[in-house]
């Protein structure tokens, strides 16, 4: 169905173009017999004219003494009509009493009969539904002598003719329609190979080719330069995922390997600390600067490189911990979190029901902190920040930015939105949020490594969940994070 309404049209080639042959056949078949029809009644007609201008009755004038009217001696077509100056009748010959049928000539005057004379033409029966062909001669003493032949012949004949065509047409259009079928998916095979071909590479059998075909065809050729882009296709994949494989063992030894200096620079700065509380190291102010700017920046690195970690042990094994858990209560604890770090924060929660989900707690609760945290971070002081966790029937449309796909037949779902009243991200900033190392424009100024969202977005799939994006400059922005409950 599209838009409520049934589709008519076939969907495949083979149906197309069988469909295309026969409607082509019928539309000549059509023209072919009325052409035949048309051109056997002219040459019917034309020879009841020849014969009724070979009759006697329509040749020389009438006999000078009047005859006697006699009925033939069996049913006739034809009829022979005379008719005085004065338009009566005078004399008809052909009628008996079981065919009494007539050309009906109440139409016409007998000044028109005299004109048309020596030019046949048709008229109706007076019974019935026949036609008369009718011949007039003129006579000297201003009557008319009429010629008529009935059509019933030729009429049946073309009736005969109708239904020879329509029963040989509809035969052959059904021979034609059988071969066709048989041809159309003889000839789609090949088709029928490479789409099997495409959806087994589709589904990851990047090892898959099209079987080999006969060169002097198209679809040989086709299959031959499918064959050698799938190759290429293939060398390219392997070649992007042992590079992507070679990143992040480098990304997760470079983590590992980091830690060990960042946490040695951090037991620095705090000995420094404490040596200078102790009274062993001595006052100095510059010192004292340069000395917090090392433990900051030396805090914000542990972070990434935590971060960084903390992805790259998720793309080797995303391993997940699910427990019947209460998405409310999760909620409820990061934002109380969010608070105790920022007294000033202005963070409203709705929890409408009890959310009731089978999932990783941990992970849950570090997507919401994320989250929390980018619209604290990304939005002045003040700034009100909504969380609500509600269960809905439904799904709601994605955002502009989604990452991750419901699973079908999805009855139920848990949706977390976390919304704020900032400044908003601009459009062409939003396909690019979820990314690596992506950070947005912040007018704060106070932009992270640009890994939580990333985080964030490979948790929330790991839950066969979704999370997307939508924003609208000066009016904030919301995150949606949808979960399956059934």
Not at 62 to 80: C, G, N
Not at 173 to 186: D, F, H, I, M, N
Not at 366 to 394: D, F, I, M, S
Request: proline share 8%; with cysteine; hydrophobic share 40%.
């Amino acid at each position: 169905m599209n838009g409520g309404r049934p589709r008519l049209r076939p969907r495949g080639l083979g149906a197309r173009l069988t469909l295309t042959l026969l409607c082509l056949t019928t539309l000549g078949l059509l023209a072919f017999g009325t052409a035949g029809t048309v051109l056997l009644r002219r040459s019917l007609i034309a020879e009841v004219d020849d014969q009724l201008a070979a009759l006697p009755a329509s040749r020389g004038p009438a006999p000078s003494q009047p005859v006697e009217e006699r009925p033939p001696p069996f049913p006739t077509e034809l009829r022979s009509i005379q008719l005085d100056a004065s338009g009566e009748v005078a004399r008809v010959v052909g009628r008996t009493s079981s065919d009494e049928a007539l050309p009906d000539l109440a139409d016409r005057d007998l000044e028109g009969l005299r004109a048309a004379g020596g030019e046949p033409f048709t008229v109706p029966s007076t019974q019935g539904d026949g036609s008369w062909r009718v011949l007039t001669t003129p006579e000297p003493d201003g009557g008319v002598r009429i010629t008529a032949r009935s059509l019933n012949d030729v009429e049946h004949t073309l009736d005969r003719l109708l239904i020879i065509e329509t029963v040989v047409g509809l035969a052959l259009l059904l021979a034609l329609g059988a071969g066709a079928v048989a041809t159309v998916r003889l000839q789609l095979r090949p088709l029928r190979e490479i789409e099997r071909t495409a959806q087994a590479i589709a589904g990851g059998d990047f090892d898959r080719r099209v079987p080999a075909q006969d060169p002097a065809t198209e679809t040989g050729r086709l299959g031959a330069a499918l064959n050698t882009m799938l190759g290429e296709l293939a060398r390219a994949i392997g070649e992007r995922d042992r590079s992507a494989e070679t990143t992040k063992r480098f990304v997760a030894d470079a983590s590992h390997e980091l830690r060990t200096p960042l946490s040695s620079i951090l037991g620095f700065a705090e000995l420094h600390r404490q040596g200078r509380a102790r009274g062993v190291v001595a006052e100095d102010p510059r010192t004292e600067r340069w000395m917090s700017r090392i433990e900051e920046e030396s805090q914000r690195m542990s972070t990434m490189v935590n971060n960084l970690l903390i992805l790259s042990r998720f793309d080797e094994t995303p391993h997940l911990q699910p427990a019947d858990v209460e998405l409310g209560e999760i909620a409820t604890r990061v934002a109380q979190a969010a608070r105790a770090r920022e007294p000033g924060a202005r963070i409203e929660l709705r929890v409408p029901e009890p959310v009731l989900a089978v999932a990783d707690s941990e992970r849950i609760r570090q997507v919401l902190e994320n989250l929390v945290g980018n619209a604290l971070v990304h939005t002045p002081p003040g700034t009100p920040v909504l969380v609500e966790v509600r269960r809905a029937a439904q799904a709601p449309p994605p955002g502009p930015s989604t990452v991750g796909t419901l699973p079908a037949g999805v009855a139920e779902v848990a949706v977390i939105t976390v919304r704020d009243s900032g400044p908003g991200i601009p459009a062409n900033e939003l396909p690019r949020l979820f990314d690596r190392f992506y950070r947005a424009n912040s007018p704060q100024g106070r932009g992270g490594a640009g890994l939580g969202l990333a985080i964030g977005a490979a948790f929330v799939t790991a839950h066969d969940g979704r999370l997307s994006v939508a924003s609208t400059p000066g009016r904030g922005t919301v995150f949606t994070v949808v979960l399956p409950l059934g």
